[in-house]
């Protein structure tokens, strides 16, 4: 079953323009990931957030965790067409335990 | 570091058959999970090995079962197969905790399984 929700499931924008990913989960957690998927292939390690952090950044992606309201967003600035992919969250209940994926984000990026 | 490989990439079979799918992890991960994906239910989490030890189990019937050798290399098999075993299913290694973690699960590009 899946442990959240990730809104909105699918995001249509310009090269340049920022993207934004809310995901939703259910339990409490030890981590949350955020994962890329192009097109039928296998799934990217974007970046980990623990539940102590509040906010994470690497190069273009911010990420944000409210463990109060069981939530996380994924940032994307200054898109690019090779951006354009699914993404998901994951969250760790325990440290190196299963992943449990909410349902993704279809973004896409027009030159 | 090589990634995480997968074979076959693509497979066909029919109703009833068996298959198994290989997953060699990134040299020094000794923890292996594999993922169903599919349109319908999305990522769902199979099983997971470590020290060849089957340490978290997903909600899958027994059909679903798992291995994993003493160098880490994994397989999984499906038996008795059924038209909503078609999917593309995903092995992912871990690097060990001791090294500080944060580093997430490194996937490997999959098997296409496609059930006739």
């Known amino acids: 079953s899946q442990q959240g929700e990730e809104d909105p499931q699918a995001l249509s924008i310009q090269e340049g323009e920022n993207a934004t990913m809310n995901c939703s989960y259910k339990?409490?957690?030890?981590?949350l990931q955020w994962y890329r998927q192009n097109s039928g292939r296998g799934l990217v390690h974007l970046i980990l957030?623990?539940?102590?952090?509040r906010e994470k950044h690497s190069g273009r992606l911010r990420v944000t965790l409210d463990t109060s309201k069981k939530s996380s967003s994924l940032l994307i600035t200054a898109s690019r067409a090779a951006d354009t992919a699914s993404y998901f969250c994951?969250?760790?209940?325990?440290?190196?335990?299963?992943?449990?994926f909410g349902e993704g984000t279809q973004l896409t990026v027009n030159p | 570091k090589a990634g995480v490989t997968q074979t076959p990439r693509y497979l066909i079979k029919t109703r009833g058959q068996q298959v198994t799918l290989s997953c060699s992890p990134i040299?020094?991960?000794?923890?292996v999970s594999w993922y169903q994906q599919t349109p319908g239910q999305g990522l769902q989490f199979l099983f997971e090995y470590f020290s060849e030890t089957q340490r978290n189990k997903g909600n899958f019937p027994g059909r679903f079962s798992g291995r994993q050798f003493s160098n880490s290399r994994s397989e999984m098999n499906v038996s008795t197969l059924e038209l909503g075993d078609s999917a593309l299913y995903l092995c992912a290694s871990s690097p060990p905790t001791t090294s500080g973690g944060g580093f997430g699960q490194f996937f490997g590009p999959g098997t296409r399984l496609t059930v006739l």
């Open positions: 339990t409490s957690i030890n981590n």
């Open positions: 040299s020094g991960h000794r923890s």
């Open positions: 994951a969250t760790e209940e325990t440290s190196g335990s299963r992943l449990t």
């Open positions: 957030i623990r539940s102590n952090e």
